[in-house]
């Protein structure tokens, strides 16, 4: 009886333990874009421009801090102060939406997608990230557009500066507000 006491009282001491131990909290899914909704950063009409957006949860907060571009986005969240804060972002997956005006339904966690800098494609405010939920999308969109890949950890206050100033390619002169090249007629 003692050698099966001692098994059976690990065996409850395990499951209790188990009980303790609470779920992972879920993250907050994205919000729709409205059209009154204004970007955090710059204070523009999100709907009425091109190109992926941003959506930003920082912790103890239930709403969404969103960007008209994920330009806007990341030169948020990269600053110290709002960096450590964060729970989770979202951008739009350009390799299944249209540059255009992207549907809300194609948000992907910005921490998972793959990016491309110095495109020749216009956002909200001139160069952006184009972001995508999978590597060869975001390969494709290079070759046809140009630019440079990188993952999230990549971007920093350094490579945003250097896109905004137009350091890394991406030649956006003559560009329509759809990012398409204009035609002369």
Sequence with gaps: MKKLLLPLLLIVVLLLAACGESEPEALA?????????SCHVCGMLISEHPGPKGEAFMEAQGEALKFCSTMDLFAFLKQPENETRLSHAY??????????KPSDEAFILASEAWYVVGHDRRGSMGHTLASFAEQADAEAFREA?????????DITLDLLGRLGRGELGGDIEGMDDQGAM???H
Excluded: K, R
């Excluded at 140009?146 to 950890?153: A, I, K, M, R, S």
């Design 91 to 100: 951008v739009h997956d350009i390799g299944v939406t249209s540059w255009g």
């Design 182 to 184: 204009e035609t002369a």
């Design 145 to 153: 557009h140009g630019g440079e890949l990188v993952v999230y950890d």
């Design 29 to 37: 899914a994205a919000q729709p874009i409205e059209a009154g909704d």
